[in-house]
């Protein structure tokens, strides 16, 4: 759990560092001048302000976010603040709901007077920010918001210091057509939530994997709910399919612990014990999700038990690891590992 919790911390604190060289610029054209030989100084903070999922399907993530930017704030503050100024973090709770986040960004600009926003956590919600920041002519700064959606509406006061998830797959999908034949997928399987977020990094796979050879076994016909909780009949026909490799398009807890579950019951992909991520070599079947996989795996499975890497391989673009909660199964998972350099 901590492995995954402090990676995205570390991915937050990297926007929000990106995002704070954006803040200095935009609070330096937006200074006081004068043209008298004492200038005042303006001790008044600097408001920020932000909507945060504190509750709801994107709570986890959320708090994560919440706290990168009190980091980032911490941070700024010991050194000075901006200009001179103090950071003061204005921000109330959306609940993972696209209305609230509406609201609270009507109330940050309209009650709060806030100087600048920052952007909530994940696609769904930073297209219910931007057009409130757009209509107001306010600056927004995002770093957790990267699906296709927000980039291609036209938002031009939207800053966005993430890559688009869009590509996310690419290094995944590189991987598999990169196996030498003899050990290389044949079969796809797909299935994805119908969230902007995944559906993007789903058809990003799809083409890459449909040019690079392999045969689609499976296609989910239409996007799952978002708030379906039991997948389990999804993952019963992707196993009946056979395919060598399983997609998933997946952002919450929930349907991606269905998913895995039921995998496990069926004894799909090898999966066994506790150690399931073996799967990437044990059956040359691979199973990935595009968030919630390396969670689930960390909070449902590992229940916070600390992993030891047994194998890493590095390439001239990307590096893959082999994580495992028990360090005896580490040898064996090398020697699988070396058969496949």
Known sequence: MKLHYFARLRRTLYASITASLILLF?????????????????????????SVSLAGDFSADGKALLMGYQLWQDAVNKRGGLLGRQVQLVYYNDSSDPQQVTTNYQKLI????????????????????????QRYGYTLIEGAGTGQKVFNSGFTTLFGASAPSQ??????????????????PKTVAYATVDNPFAIPQVDYAKK????????TVFDLPQPYPEEATDVSAIAKQIIHSGADVVVLGTV????????IKTFKQQHYNGIRGSTPIRTLNSSKTT??????????????????????RCWSRPSTRFKVSIMS?????????????????
């Open 252 to 259: 919450g807890v929930t349907d991606s612990v269905s998913f």
């Open 208 to 215: 890459v994997f449909a040019d690079g050879g392999l045969q």
């Open 167 to 184: 590509v996310y797959l690419g290094a995944f999908a590189q991987y598999i057509l990169s196996l030498p034949p003899d050990q290389r």
């Open 110 to 133: 309209g009650s709060d007077h806030v100087n600048l926003l920052l952007g909530p956590f994940s696609t769904l919600l930073t297209v219910q920010a931007a057009p409130v920041a």
């Open 26 to 50: 935009v609070v330096a054209c937006g200074g006081t001048t004068t043209t008298s030989t004492t200038t005042p100084v303006n001790t008044t903070p600097i408001k920020i302000g932000f």
């Open 325 to 341: 909660s028990s360090s005896r199964n580490c040898a064996r998972i090398r020697s699988i590992a070396c058969k496949v350099r």
């Open 287 to 308: 199973l990935l999700s595009l968030v919630a996989l390396t969670r689930t795996l960390t909070r449902v499975l590992f229940k916070g038990t600390p992993l030891h």
